[in-house]
């Protein structure tokens, strides 16, 4: 089989539910659905054989955004008024590719500020994900799809 190469982008990342979502798309420059596991401690029962220890998965959507602190429809603001919040999300890695991740998410506050003064801030964030996220066919904004700024009602 010959190799398959997807490039990030130009995808989507919307957050709320469907029909009152908002796009926080151009302001993401990083982004990923990261999966960890939990592994038990495998047990040794008396006739010499090992028991495995129970593996649990969790996954979480991680990435990086420029600040847009003071804009109407700011991804860190919006991080901060709903800290806490276990809401819908879509990411959408490359249009191309043609597939999406979505599920549930709870929303925990990024960052504000700087490392150097006079550069373009920047934060990382993690979202961890509630259950499952599921992978499925993409349904992409037109607006996204184009790579224009568009934003739901927040």
């Not at 659905?33 to 495998?42: C, I, L, Q, R, S």
């Not at 999406?100 to 925990?108: K, R, Y």
């Not at 550069?119 to 990382?124: L, R």
């Amino acid at each position: 089989m010959p190799a398959v190469v997807v490039k990030l982008g130009p995808g989507q990342l919307s957050i709320g539910a469907t029909g009152t979502e908002t796009d926080f798309t151009c302001q993401v420059t990083a982004a990923r659905v990261e999966w960890a596991v939990d592994e038990g401690d495998t047990v040794q029962v008396l006739c010499g054989e090992a028991v495995p220890g129970a593996r649990t998965y969790s996954a979480s959507l991680t990435g990086s955004i420029l600040a847009d602190i003071g804009d109407a429809s700011s991804i860190q603001e919006y991080s901060w008024t709903h800290k806490g919040e276990q809401t819908e999300f879509v990411f959408v890695p490359s249009t191309q590719a043609g597939k999406q991740i979505s599920g549930t998410l709870t929303v925990d506050p990024i960052s504000i500020g700087g490392d150097e003064a006079g550069a373009n801030m920047a934060s990382d964030f993690e979202w961890p994900i509630v259950g499952d996220p599921i992978i499925g066919p993409a349904v992409v904004a037109e607006a996204a799809a184009s790579g224009s700024r568009r934003r739901e009602a927040a």
